[in-house]
């Protein structure tokens, strides 16, 4: 069974965040990192929440922990980011 990454920040703009977010997606394909579902928090129109497959662990923990990412936070206007890491039982 697959690990899965559950992630959700406050975002400036949620519609600029998608945008960066989905122009990154070929960068999170090459971590071993799978898009999904991404939802807008109805009640915070700018908290995005994310689930992500994670299809090699290593790859995806240094990717997360990485400079790219936070530039890709920053270009997103990324702020007060959560992630919680599910692996199957």
Known sequence: M????LW?????DFDVWLKVFNEDKPTRKAAG???LHIWRDPEQADHAVALFEILDL??????????ELAMHHERGGVAHV???LLSPV
């Open 8 to 12: 959700q920040a406050d975002v400036a």
């Open 58 to 67: 290593e790859r995806a923990r240094n990717f997360f922990d990485s400079e």
């Open 33 to 35: 990192i799978r898009d």
């Open 2 to 5: 697959a690990t899965h990454v």
């Open 82 to 84: 959560q992630t919680k």
